[in-house]
């Protein structure tokens, strides 16, 4: 039996997230095409042909419990605003990793990503009863990193040269995880009725 139980359905004031599906890659390709999207990620999203496989690629790996995909929608305008999913998935260390996390750059710092992590932490900590949830970006995506600390993961180090983007450079890695331990403080600071803590970006 598969520890993720399919379908999963997240759904929020701001941001609803369903299970990715063949029907969805036509707005996502299209999302994917600002090149912005993809600067630091090992992937060039914006060559359709490339991003379509990723995204077959995760749908497969569904099916074997490797990965669980997610659309992201926007809950007021029923629009595809970018991708997310689970993986590096390990029931029996009741851990796994949220990753491969891109949205249409309209929506960057708008609350909205704030709103995805709690929706995917919240089933994480509380229904799969993870005791680590760990998230990795590129050591030189400030952004992503100071979004990364702003939704209160824990900055455990660099893993080096860790993989080879498509372009042939290779990358550093900054590794992130919130643990079972902190996940109350991090829920409430990601309630969206509280202030954010000074500092703090999306």
Same mark, same amino acid.
Request: aromatic content about 8%; some cysteine.
């Given at each position: !039996?598969?520890?993720?139980? &399919? $379908? *999963?359905?997240?759904?929020? #004031? #701001? *941001? #609803?997230? *369903? $299970?990715?599906?063949n029907a969805h890659f036509g707005e996502l390709l299209e999302v994917a095409k600002d090149e912005k999207i993809w600067e630091h990620i090992s992937i060039n999203g914006a060559d359709g042909d490339r991003l379509l496989l990723h995204l077959k690629s995760a749908v497969l790996k569904r099916a074997t419990a490797e990965q669980y995909p997610f659309t992201v929608i926007d809950v007021k305008t029923n629009k595809i605003i970018g991708s997310t999913l689970f993986h590096n998935i390990y029931p029996e260390h009741r851990k796994l990793e949220i990753g491969w996390t891109w949205y249409d750059p309209a929506y960057w710092r708008t609350g909205y990503n704030r709103e995805c992590k709690l929706l995917l932490l919240t089933y994480c900590f509380e229904t799969l009863k993870t005791v680590r949830v760990q998230?990795? @970006?590129?050591?030189?995506? &400030?952004?992503?990193? @100071?979004?990364? %600390?702003? =939704?209160?993961? @824990?900055?455990?180090? =660099? %893993?080096? #040269?860790?993989?080879?983007?498509?372009?042939?450079? %290779?990358?550093? @890695?900054? !590794?992130?995880? =919130?643990?079972?331990?902190?996940?109350?403080r991090v829920k409430e600071d990601l309630s969206p009725a509280l202030p954010k803590r000074e500092g703090e970006v999306e």
């Amino acid at each position: !039996m598969n520890w993720i139980q &399919h $379908p *999963v359905i997240l759904q929020g #004031k #701001k *941001v #609803k997230l *369903v $299970p990715l599906e063949n029907a969805h890659f036509g707005e996502l390709l299209e999302v994917a095409k600002d090149e912005k999207i993809w600067e630091h990620i090992s992937i060039n999203g914006a060559d359709g042909d490339r991003l379509l496989l990723h995204l077959k690629s995760a749908v497969l790996k569904r099916a074997t419990a490797e990965q669980y995909p997610f659309t992201v929608i926007d809950v007021k305008t029923n629009k595809i605003i970018g991708s997310t999913l689970f993986h590096n998935i390990y029931p029996e260390h009741r851990k796994l990793e949220i990753g491969w996390t891109w949205y249409d750059p309209a929506y960057w710092r708008t609350g909205y990503n704030r709103e995805c992590k709690l929706l995917l932490l919240t089933y994480c900590f509380e229904t799969l009863k993870t005791v680590r949830v760990q998230l990795q @970006t590129d050591e030189n995506n &400030h952004r992503s990193r @100071t979004a990364i %600390l702003g =939704i209160g993961a @824990t900055f455990e180090g =660099i %893993l080096r #040269k860790e993989r080879i983007r498509a372009n042939g450079v %290779l990358r550093n @890695t900054a !590794m992130y995880s =919130i643990i079972d331990d902190e996940w109350g403080r991090v829920k409430e600071d990601l309630s969206p009725a509280l202030p954010k803590r000074e500092g703090e970006v999306e």
